[in-house]
Every structure is written in C-alpha cells, then in structure tokens.
C-alpha cells in the first residue's frame, strides 16, 4: 500500500471522520441525504484521487471475497461479523448497490487515544513486590494502541526491552508500527510495573484490527491485556455494541482486558430529548435550544452524538454547530445529518451523528441537536466534544468504550497526591452499572515525556499491578483477577466505592499479612515483612484482630511476646501477666498464691527460672529477682 500526500490525508481524514462544514441547514432536504454516499461522492469530484482506497466496515454473519473483488475491494481483517475491506473510492457506490439489505456498510467507529515513571512503581506497592522478586516474570501483557513512535528511543534508554523473548510488535494497519508515542509511554509504564513480563504490543486503526489483536494474544496466552483508546459512537455507552463484543471476549480467551476510563468528564451531555416549544430543537436548559464550546482558530473538534436506539434505529436526530448564536442570525458552519432508516447498505441506520470541524476564528460555538420528525419518540441523547469541554455538561455517565463493558477492569485517574483527576470519566454506565472499578496514578514520567496525564497512564498502572498478582497466583481466572483488584486498593475518596474512583486507587499488599501499601506506611510497619516485630503475629492481625502494636513484639512489656500470649498461653497481650508463674511455664492467666509460692522459691534459690519465667517473676521490673518482687506480689494479693 503506497504512502499518500500529507495534504491528501488530512482532507481525506476531515471526509471520513465527518460531514464538511457548509452542509445543508436544518429543514433542508437534511433526512434525504446519507452520510456514507455523500462522503463517497464527495471524494470522487476530485479525479487525481477517486483510486484511491479507503476503509470499510461491512457488517454480515457472513461475507465471500467473491462479493467484494469485483468492485476491487480486499478483506483486510475478519473478527465475527465484522469485515474491514479496503476499497477504491470510486467504486464503494457500486458495491453498496451490489451488497444484500442485510449487509450494514459503515466507516470505522472514532477513536482516541486518552492521553499517559517511576512515581506509580513506588505509590502502587509494586516496588514493593519487586523487592520480594515478584517482577512479573511469566506473566505475558498485551497492549493494543494506536502506535509505537520512537519505540528505539526508548529501548536506547533501558526503559523498554529490546525485540525478543520480552517485547514483540504487530503491525494490524498496514502502515508501520510508529506513529504517536502513545502506546509507548503506556508500555513503559507497564513495564516499569512488572519488568518481568512479556510485552506484546499491537498497533490497530479499527475495531476490526482490535478484534484480531486481541485473538492473536490470546492464542500467544496473554493474560491481561491494557487498552488505554477510547471508542465513540459504537453504542450508548451502555455495555453493548461490537466493541464491547470484542472486549468482553478476552474473558472468555482467558484475558483480563483493562481499559481506561477516557478523560470525558467535562467533555460530556446527556438527556432525554426535550423540546418544550415544538420546534424540534433539543433544550440543553430550560428554553434553551442550544449547548456551546468555545473554539481556538486552527484547533479542531470533534462532536458525537448518540441516542439510545442501538444497533440500528429509524428514528433520527441530525447534530449542527453554529458560529453564532442560532436564535440570532448564527450561520451553520459544519453538520451531520445522516438518514438513520432501519436499514442497510444503501443507507446509514446508525443512531450516530460526528462533526469534525476546524474553526478559522476564535470564540463561542452553539451545538444544535434537531429531531427531524415530531412524531418519532423523544430519546436519551448523549453528546461528546473530543476537544474543549462543553459549557452544559453532565459529569455523570461520562464512560467511554470500552471501560462501560462488563467484564472490562474500567480505570480512573489520580494525581500523585491522591485526589481524582477533574477530567476523568465518571460512573455509573448509562444503564446504572457501576464504574470505575478502580484508580491508579497519572502525571508520571516517562523517557518520552516529563509527566504524562490522562486515564491513559492509569490503566497501565493497574494493568502492571494485575500481571503482579496474576504472577504471585498464575491460576487465577479472569473473574477471579476482577474480584482481587478493587480488594488491593487505598481508598482515596469518600468511604467505600465511588464513582470517581470506584473502590480506590492501586495498593498492593506485596507481604500478604493483610495490610496494602499505604496501610503499612501509615502504621510505620514493613511492607515486605509480614511481622514487622517478629512476635509471631502477623501485622494485619495484630492491628485488627488484637489491638496490639505491629511494631513492638510484648506489647503490654510482661516478657512475653504478643504471638506466645495469643498462641501459646491465651493471654492478654495487652495486659500485663506479672507474676503469673503458675503452673510453671504454662501460666495460667491468674495470679494467686500459687505464684506467690513459686516466686519465693525463685527469690531464696529453690528452683531456678527459665528466661521466660525470670521476665514474669520480676514483678518489681528492675531486672533482679529479690524480696522486693516477693512484697509487690503479696501487696497485689492483698496479704
């Protein structure tokens, strides 16, 4: 596949991310036109590239090359019912008028890569397991990304390994494995997590590729798998669709796929449709027909519009941003109104909508959403900006694909002082399930970067911190793996789950005595020996079991340790047992005349005490075994 013109691509990227700006104006012919044709059409006025290829997603239970080689097209990538074929422009129209009705034919869904080192290794406990010579070793981690740049950079510098038995890549797109150095900072952070661990690193465009990713790791037996991309448009962020298809299935391969939440929460609407005056406007706000964004000259936007109608709807909705206020002579500057007619391949029945746009001026934009026909139902809408936040927002349910899924380990962002990120995506799903499930740090340094922020550079924290455990315990299933990770946790935020952080952020408990990272620090006990004092009682037991000091082996200082009065004689380690000599070297827990007359013998050189025996026999506590210790006993006895 030959390289095309710089110039060519970002024209060609404007087309097939979205409408043109300069489309029809609401009311105008809008519910007649079709996303895809009109797209088609408009690539192929320019003859120099009408041969040019683009993509395709072709939605079938099945497909045979035979339906497509005759218009030129090739299957690039097969995954279930999804075929990616590579096509000339010129020639999608014919196919699409050769494919049956029950083909659907689509672009490739949005994607984006959610923006990423020491200081996570250290937060999260995973130094800590490292010390114990638990790196990761047999662990095998997939990251799926959306490139690889200055991969050599970062080999050159020691913080990834060279090509070999613990780094291999896969190029799925066809245009060589670098690019952004996205998926490299996310994998140095894995890797700063778990050293240990085989990397295997995938660089995809599609959902298609994805799918094929994710299968070829999964028969390499990769365990756990980071996605730190987030998906648009694919469904109602509601745990369904064919990217969720997709990362569900790496339970059932025997992965745990961990994705981050996406850095949304200020970038996102949602509402059920509402248009008080009839005129088929949405109203952000009462009376208001209109969200805004506010645009830099020369910075693109992204808009997507979904409505809670999926897979494929009759019901349509068209999305238009203004330069201007609507209500006020603004002028439409860029739309998207495809036909969402229930059916497939000639039309688009999607219940999606995208505007790409970049302004030439700076200022405040209106986003419009317009039902197209007054009888169709009023539905739930959800609006993302892939740029600067929205002005009307709603932070809840802010999840991106695919951290909604089920059985995928959703992660939120936390700086490195421990407070959520502003920008990370917010629980519940859009169908009230809860999300995230956990936390991890951003802002970390990397050998590409600085500091890097982001959702992005949490999930590979988590994704390091679950190739620990799964080290520690290799038979873990991937249920088993989403059931200890949100155990391993500081809670961070308000008491129990949230949905910032869901139920807290990454702390191992490298020891296992019961106690994660940062409860060891707070109680000032090792965190990679399980009985800090070495009374025989681990840590955790001795914190919440017994109420005695972690630190300090005789806790109530009677001469015997916290571990021989629990286990040994069920005493109280919190309360002194001097004099307690009776029977001899298996106290009894009462102190009586019995003692008295042991420690007698003791003091006029009758029997002689083991050291254990000298420790509670000297009731004075000044280290000599005399009459004195003979009257405090018979004092305390009343005698």
């Given amino acids: 596949m030959h390289h095309l013109p710089r110039k060519f691509i970002a024209v060609l990227l404007a087309i097939i991310t979205a409408n043109l700006a300069q489309a029809a104006p609401p009311g105008q012919g809008a519910q007649a036109e079709d996303r895809l044709r009109q797209q088609v059409d408009r690539l192929t006025q320019a003859p120099a590239h009408a041969q040019e290829r683009i993509t395709l997603i072709l939605e079938a239970d099945a497909l045979q090359p035979a339906e497509i080689t005759p218009h030129e097209g090739q299957i690039r990538h097969r995954r279930g019912r999804l075929h990616e074929i590579s096509i000339p422009a010129s020639r999608v129209t014919a196919l699409l008028n050769a494919l049956p009705s029950n083909v659907l034919a689509r672009l490739p869904y949005p994607h984006q890569a959610v923006a990423v080192t020491g200081q996570g290794v250290a937060i999260t406990g995973a130094a800590d397991m490292q010390t114990l010579g638990n790196n990761g070793a047999s662990v095998k981690i997939g990251v799926i990304d959306l490139g690889f740049g200055s991969l050599s950079t970062s080999q050159a510098s020691g913080d990834l390994p060279p090509i070999g038995p613990n780094l291999s890549i896969t190029d799925y797109t066809g245009t060589g494995t670098g690019g952004t150095d996205h998926g490299t900072n996310v994998a140095e952070i894995v890797h700063d997590m778990a050293p240990g661990a085989s990397l295997y690193l995938a660089k995809i465009a599609t959902e298609v590729q994805m799918g094929q990713a994710l299968d070829d790791m999964a028969a390499a037996g990769v365990k756990v798998i980071n996605h730190s991309v987030a998906w648009f448009a694919a469904a109602f962020y509601d745990g ?110 999607y219940p999606y909508e995208a505007i790409n746009y970049t302004p030439t001026s700076t200022g405040t934009f209106y986003i419009v959403v317009k039902k197209v026909n007054s009888s169709q139902a009023n539905l739930a809408l959800t609006l993302f900006s892939s740029g600067p936040d929205l002005v009307t927002r709603t932070t809840a349910s802010s999840i991106l694909q695919p ?79 989403r059931a200890a990770l949100p155990v391993a946790v500081k809670d961070v935020s308000t008491a129990g789950f949230d949905y910032r952080t869901g139920s807290g952020r990454i702390s191992l408990d490298a ?129």
């Fill in 403 to 481: 951290a909604d899924c089920a059985k995928v380990i959703g992660v939120g962002a936390v700086n490195l002082s421990d407070n959520a990120e502003s920008f990370s995506s917010e629980g519940p799903t859009t169908d009230g399930r809860a999300k995230p499930e956990i936390a991890a740090p951003d802002g970390v340094k990397t050998s590409l970067s600085g500091a890097f922020y982001g959702t992005s550079a949490a999930s590979p924290h988590a994704t390091g911190a679950a190739a620990l455990l799964l080290a520690n315990n290799p038979t873990m299933t991937p249920a088993q793996l």
């Fill in 240 to 349: 369904t669709g064919p990217i969720c298809d997709i990362a569900n299935s790496a339970d059932t391969q025997g992965a745990q796929w961990i994705n981050a939440m996406g850095n949304s929460r200020l970038k996102h609407y949602l509402a059920p449709f509402t248009d008080s005056n009839a005129d088929l406007r949405h109203e952000f706000s009462s009376g208001v027909n209109y969200n805004t964004i506010n645009l830099t000259a020369g910075s693109a936007v992204s808009l997507f519009l979904n409505w809670n109608a999926y897979p494929t709807t009759t019901i349509d909705y068209d999305l238009y941003l203004y330069n201007g206020n609507p209500d006020n002579g603004g002028v439409v500057v860029a739309s998207s109104f495809n036909r969402q007619s229930g059916k497939g391949p000639a039309y688009y029945p």
């Fill in 511 to 639: 020891d296992g005595d019961g106690l994660n990272h940062d409860a060891e620090l707070s109680y000032a006990t090792s965190p990679i020996l399980a009985d800090t004092d070495g009374d025989g009682l681990t840590d955790s037991q001795e914190i919440q079991l017994y109420a005695t000091s972690p630190t300090l082996a005789d806790s109530d200082g009677d001469g015997l340790s916290d571990g021989q009065e629990v286990l040994v004689y069920f005493t109280n380690p919190n309360l002194s047992n001097k004099g307690d000599l009776a029977p001899r070297n298996q106290p009894d827990g009462v102190v009586n005349v019995a003692d008295l007359m042991i420690l007698t013998r003791f003091v006029g050189g009758l029997d002689t005490p083991s050291a254990q025996e000298f420790s509670l026999a000297d009731v004075a506590n000044d280290g000599v075994l005399d009459v004195r210790d003979i009257l405090q006993l018979r004092q305390q006895l009343g005698y």
